[in-house]
């Protein structure tokens, strides 16, 4: 892992000081490059920038000057290769696109617009091969690389059924959050699934949807979702000395006895339910989204992570040769809507009783 480190001052950006990276020093060149590679996208997005120098001048000045922070894209290219780990053989795949995105949110940087760099290549290998994305600049001759491995789709094991890429793979749907008589967690309770093997930071994500039904006799139920907050269940930084990167026991994930109905409770307004008419709720289906990141990502987030606000020295984690930035890899699977009754036969009348605002019901 190679780190650099930044200083920032808390009373003025961008001071004189004496640091790793003087940005008062000399101008050099430095391209920065962002980007997470989806195996599972049609099209993939690298932002590239360029550092720039505070000799004189306001810094957030410079910062909302276009050409302060992008190339003249007639001058540069990004390419990727792809490398062959066991031979060592190198060959050209694409050349990435330049394209400017009208979206980029307002803020302290030039706005609204920027420029990110496409590429379409979907031939990813997951195994015995590397991605290299490699920066020129035909004026002033400089080259920047960054390296990344492939978190693959295809290597991800649920029983439940999803899609990757163009592919369907289904598993045996069964009950994997069931609970035992006295409330402890059944041994095939957990959500049971494994991931590629060079996944190294793993997280879960589930939305739930439900139906209202109210008072008045001539009004139809609605159906709510949870899309706006979403359930994180559980984040894992993989331990590498888990044999085929089984998440959990057995592979398994376990989920606490409250943790479903603690989430509904959190999320769901019941506050004007006597107001508006509210007689009951029913759960209709759980979708889960599963998210896989390689070691780049996974020290990017400790790395950045690991600051303390009282001190003037922020770490920086980059995997960018001759450059700053991040090149990682990830891979998102999200499931069919599944039933509630499929995923549990514990989610019932009596399981929600700790919950009575809820008013969630169940036909037994």
Same mark, same amino acid.
């Given at each position: 892992?190679?780190?650099?480190?930044?200083?920032?001052?808390?009373?003025?950006?961008?001071?004189?000081?004496?640091?790793?990276?003087?940005?008062?020093?000399?101008?050099?060149?430095?391209?920065?490059?962002?980007?997470?590679?989806?195996?599972?996208?049609?099209?993939?997005?690298?932002?590239?920038?360029?550092?720039?120098?505070?000799?004189?001048?306001?810094?957030?000045?410079?910062?909302?000057?276009?050409?302060?922070?992008?190339?003249?894209?007639?001058?540069?290219?990004?390419?990727?290769?792809?490398?062959?780990?066991?031979?060592?053989?190198?060959?050209?795949?694409?050349?990435?696109?330049?394209?400017?995105?009208?979206?980029?949110?307002?803020?302290?940087?030039?706005?609204?617009?920027?420029?990110?760099?496409?590429?379409?290549?979907?031939?990813?290998?997951?195994?015995?091969?590397?991605?290299?994305?490699?920066?020129?600049?035909?004026?002033?001759?400089?080259?920047?690389?960054?390296?990344?491995?492939?978190?693959?789709?295809?290597?991800?094991?649920?029983?439940?059924?999803?899609?990757?890429?163009?592919?369907?793979?289904?598993?045996? #749907?069964?009950? !994997?959050?069931? @609970? *035992?008589?006295?409330?402890?967690?059944? &041994? $095939?309770?957990?959500?049971?699934?494994? +991931?590629?093997?060079?996944?190294?930071?793993?997280?879960?994500?589930?939305?739930?949807?439900?139906?209202?039904?109210?008072?008045?006799?001539?009004?139809?139920?609605?159906?709510?979702?949870?899309?706006?907050?979403?359930?994180?269940?559980?984040?894992?930084?993989?331990?590498?000395?888990?044999?085929?990167?089984?998440?959990?026991?057995?592979?398994?994930?376990?989920?606490?006895?409250?943790?479903?109905?603690?989430?509904?409770?959190?999320?769901?307004?019941?506050?004007?339910?006597?107001?508006?008419?509210?007689?009951?709720?029913?759960?209709?289906?759980?979708?889960?989204?599963?998210?896989?990141?390689?070691?780049?990502?996974?020290?990017? #987030?400790?790395? !950045?992570?690991? @600051? *303390?606000?009282?001190?003037?020295?922020? &770490? $920086?984690?980059?995997?960018?040769?001759? +450059?700053?930035?991040?090149?990682?890899?990830?891979?998102?699977?999200?499931?069919?809507?599944?039933?509630?009754?499929?995923?549990?036969?514990?989610?019932?009348?009596?399981?929600?009783?700790?919950?009575?605002?809820?008013?969630?019901?169940?036909?037994?």
């Amino acid at each position: 892992m190679r780190v650099l480190v930044i200083l920032i001052l808390s009373i003025v950006l961008f001071s004189a000081c004496s640091t790793d990276l003087d940005v008062n020093a000399d101008f050099r060149e430095t391209p920065i490059m962002f980007g997470l590679i989806n195996q599972s996208d049609s099209i993939n997005y690298i932002r590239l920038q360029k550092a720039y120098s505070n000799q004189d001048g306001n810094a957030l000045e410079i910062a909302k000057n276009f050409d302060s922070l992008y190339y003249d894209t007639t001058k540069v290219k990004l390419t990727l290769l792809e490398l062959d780990r066991q031979n060592g053989d190198t060959s050209e795949v694409d050349v990435l696109v330049p394209e400017y995105n009208e979206d980029k949110a307002p803020g302290d940087f030039a706005a609204p617009g920027q420029y990110v760099y496409k590429t379409d290549f979907n031939d990813f290998k997951p195994d015995g091969y590397e991605y290299i994305f490699k920066f020129e600049n035909s004026e002033s001759g400089l080259e920047a690389t960054a390296v990344t491995d492939i978190i693959a789709c295809e290597r991800i094991v649920a029983p439940i059924r999803y899609t990757c890429r163009d592919f369907e793979f289904t598993g045996s #749907l069964r009950r !994997n959050l069931d @609970f *035992n008589e006295d409330g402890s967690m059944n &041994p $095939l309770s957990f959500l049971e699934f494994e +991931g590629p093997d060079n996944a190294a930071f793993f997280s879960l994500e589930a939305v739930v949807e439900y139906t209202v039904e109210y008072e008045e006799d001539d009004r139809d139920r609605d159906t709510f979702s949870t899309k706006d907050n979403v359930w994180s269940v559980i984040t894992l930084d993989l331990d590498e000395n888990v044999p085929g990167k089984s998440y959990g026991s057995n592979g398994t994930i376990p989920i606490g006895e409250t943790a479903f109905g603690s989430y509904l409770a959190r999320v769901i307004d019941t506050e004007n339910d006597e107001e508006n008419g509210v007689i009951s709720r029913a759960l209709l289906n759980i979708q889960f989204t599963f998210y896989y990141y390689n070691e780049s990502y996974e020290n990017y #987030l400790e790395v !950045n992570g690991n @600051f *303390n606000p009282l001190s003037q020295t922020r &770490p $920086l984690y980059t995997n960018v040769d001759n +450059g700053l930035g991040l090149i990682a890899s990830r891979n998102i699977l999200v499931t069919d809507k599944i039933p509630i009754s499929v995923v549990s036969n514990f989610f019932n009348t009596n399981y929600f009783s700790s919950w009575p605002d809820l008013k969630f019901f169940f036909e037994e």
